[in-house]
């Protein structure tokens, strides 16, 4: 089976098992004269089954995916970059800030990075993300799990 349709089946099996979990805990406690449309016991039982073929699909694509992992993490720290540079202040220029002796205190700003320079840098850094996830998207659909 190739990376992303076993990337499929994982997925599939995980919103498999948030149904269970939600049968399993709606059915649990009941009024006895309203018996569950689920029996918790036979869902327990699924989903702990599910659980364990979940953790074994996703060992099997660890294992398919450890060629890439470079790509892989290099792709989280970008996007953990990106989102660090929504944190830096770019003000520049004179402010005026009230005081209590009556003067605003004048404070004049100078930014070392401006907006421009950062944008310019999300603009490469999100090509190199969209060019490492096309490697990432062609591995998958080319690599079979074992």
């Known amino acids: 089976m190739k990376i992303s349709k076993a990337l499929k089946l994982k997925n599939s099996i995980v919103k498999e098992m948030s149904v269970l979990r939600k049968q399993v805990e709606i059915s649990n406690s009941y009024e006895t004269r309203n018996p569950p449309k689920y029996n918790s016991s036979e869902k327990l039982t699924i989903l702990t089954s599910k659980t364990r073929e979940l953790a074994e699909h ?63 840098l999300k603009n490469d850094l999100t090509k190199e993300i969209e060019t490492l996830q096309d490697q990432i998207d062609e591995y998958n659909a080319t690599h079979s799990i074992e």
């Open 58 to 120: 996703k060992a099997k694509i660890a294992r398919a995916n450890r060629d890439i992992y470079k790509e892989m993490f290099l792709i989280a720290e970008l996007k953990g970059l990106m989102a660090s540079l929504e944190n830096i202040s770019t003000r520049e220029g004179v402010e005026l800030t009230p005081s209590y002796r009556g003067e605003p205190i004048q404070t004049t700003y100078k930014a070392t990075l401006d907006q421009k320079d950062i944008d310019t």
